[in-house]
Every structure is written in C-alpha cells, then in structure tokens.
C-alpha cells in the first residue's frame, strides 16, 4: 500500500520533445495515454485521451468564451479528439462547471458524470444567483448524463497491446470507496491536523483515479482537508499514485499534509493561476511528499513569491501569458511516463513505482 523504492530519472531532452509534442494533434496508434492540463486560469479543465482515443474532460473552467475556447482548441488542434466522450464535473463551483455549457456548442458531449445538478446553491448562498448560473449546464445537449458514485468505473474501451486502463471514481459527495481488502491501519492516521468543516460544495467533490497498469494519477477537483484526510484514514482506501494533480488549484483549504504523503507521488501538477493557488501551506505539504517534480501552470505572481517552483516547471511565467499547457504521455504498458511543457522545449521522463 505504501511505496516501494525504485530509481526514478529526470532529464530534459529538447530532441524528443521535438520529435513527439510539438504541439500537434498526438496520433492514437502510438497507444498512449496522455493527459493535457490546459490554462483555464486558475479553474479546472483536464483533457485526457485514452490509448482507443475516447476523450475524458474533467472539469470545463469559466464561462465567457475565453475556457470553452482554450478546451476546444486543446481537444480539436493538439489532442486530435472531434467530441468529449466522457465529461466528468467534480463539484458546481463556476469555475469547474461553467464552461461546459458553451463548450457543447462547439464540440458533442456523449456523456456527462456529476453529483446530481443541485436545485439550490450547494454552498448555502443566495439560490436565485445560483439557478441563474447553472440554468446554461442544466440545458446543455449532451448524450446521457449519470450520477457518480464511489466505485463508479467509466465505460472504456480497452486497445490491445497496452496494459488494462481504468478510470474509476473513489470519492464524492463525502463518501468514499470501500477500504481494499488486506489494507493495513495507516501510519499517519495520529498525525492528521483537523479544521473546521467546510460546509461548500468543494467538500462533495468527485475524485477520480486514472490508471494505465501499474501507473496510477489523481485527479480530486476541489476536495478540502478534512474530506481528504478521512479518504486516508485510519485506512488508506487510494493506496499511492504516481501523478497528483494538486486538490484546489494549491489552496490551503485543502491539500491535507497526511493526506499527498499518503499518496506519496512522484510528480505534482497545479492548475494554478497568477495570483490564485501556491498556498504556503498547500506547497509545504506537497513538498513534505518529496515529490521528485512539481509543476505548475502559472508562475505565483503575488508578493509570496517563494511559493513557485523552478521556472523550468512553470508553464506560464508571466501575467498576460500565451495559455501554455502540460503534457503528459503515459506509455502503452504503463511503465514510464513522460511531462512536457510543449512551448517552452522542457520534456522529462520518469518510472512508475510499482503498486
């Protein structure tokens, strides 16, 4: 359940970058699963496209043009996908659901997973501003819609010659997966530091693990401490991933310290923005991981400035930025996996641990 100790590698290889990204549509007989984290400003909007070329897009940014234009340009012009097979939205923040809407007018949306479209605000607000937000979402045209569960699976097509893929839900709405058989009390479990309850819809987020063989990532919307820490313990019901997609942009609201130690990734991803994320708190705790690598879609701009990683990581270095994305390719059988950030010529590669 906890990690095993496996030489990992990092280096930066222009050449191959070249050769394989170069910010063109990715050509699915290579039997990748590849992942982009696409500028959405600090929202949510991760696009993965699977070895078959079924498209999972998990969350959809703001509304207002600018979000539904960057996904659309992401899926169509770099990932080479015409519809989103699978849009996952992990809780009704505006910045997660409110692109989805005009996102569908430009591209089909087969089938929409979510908790259920709330008849009033989920955070307690005012409700007549709420109804007005999600009317867009609630009468979008999409093929099927499905409330997730914990244990969920999306129906994927699997493509031979690669390993077994799974997209599987293990939390929402505050609850969670059944604790695998045979798992042992977790260590931590007396280290966790409570908070108060967070009484927002952030809590209720849908968390989903996306797994290639052995490698394994997170994706956990805006889930908040004490939702994380009680998925993790006293029994850890994820088990250790190889990519964690950082909860909530790097607020401090979330990321529970023994919750990414428990995950124990190699790598972090934040989908940050200039002056949104890169908590003290939330960068400490992923640091405490000993992560091998940590990037992040914007350089923090606010006067905190020492909550960044190296430019080397960072996609975007400046206010007024050119959107730039993250990139990563899972191999066919799921042992190694490769981020790069296409613009800017970084590629690194690294192992998958064993599970």
Not at 151 to 178: D, I, S
Not at 290 to 303: E, P, T
Request: proline share 5%.
């Amino acid at each position: 359940m906890f990690p095993i100790k496996i030489k990992q590698f990092t280096k930066t290889i222009p050449a191959l970058l070249a050769l394989a990204f170069a910010g063109s549509a990715v050509a699915k007989d290579s039997k990748t699963l590849d992942v982009y984290w696409v500028d959405v400003e600090g929202g949510g909007g991760t696009l993965i496209v699977t070895p078959a070329g079924e498209s999972i897009l998990i969350d959809t940014g703001m509304p207002g043009g600018r979000d539904p234009d960057r996904l659309h340009q992401a899926a169509t012009q770099v990932a080479g996908v015409k519809q989103i097979d699978h849009l996952i939205v992990t809780h009704f923040h505006i910045d997660h659901f409110g692109g989805a809407a005009e996102l569908s007018q430009k591209m089909p949306i087969k089938n929409v997973w979510d908790n259920g479209i709330p008849e009033r605000d989920p955070d307690g607000k005012a409700n007549s501003n709420f109804l007005l937000r999600i009317k867009p979402y609630r009468g979008m045209t999409v093929g099927e819609r499905h409330i997730i569960q914990p244990g969920t699976e999306l129906p994927l097509k699997q493509t031979n010659g690669t390993a077994k893929l799974r997209v599987r839900c293990v939390a929402a709405m505050k609850k969670f997966v059944a604790v695998p058989d045979a798992t042992q009390r977790n260590p931590l479990t007396d280290k966790v530091k409570w908070v108060a309850e967070d009484t927002t819809d952030n809590a209720n987020s849908i968390a989903v693990i996306v797994e290639l063989g052995d490698f394994r990532f997170w994706d956990g919307g805006d889930l908040t401490q004490n939702t994380e820490a009680r998925l993790v313990t006293p029994y850890n019901r994820v088990g250790t991933v190889d990519v964690y997609q950082v909860n909530h942009h790097g607020l401090d609201f979330s990321n529970n310290a023994v919750f990414v130690q428990s995950l124990a990734p190699t790598v972090s991803v934040m989908n940050n923005g200039v002056t949104k994320g890169c908590g003290a708190a939330a960068f400490a705790a992923v640091k405490s991981a000993r992560v091998k690598a940590m990037y992040q879609l914007h350089k923090n701009l606010r006067d905190d400035i020492e909550n960044n990683t190296t430019n080397e990581f960072i996609a975007n270095l400046t206010r007024d930025c050119d959107a730039h994305h993250i990139h990563m390719s899972v191999a066919p059988d799921g042992k190694q996996y490769t981020i790069s950030i296409p613009d800017k010529g970084h590629t690194s590669i690294y192992k998958t641990r064993r599970k």
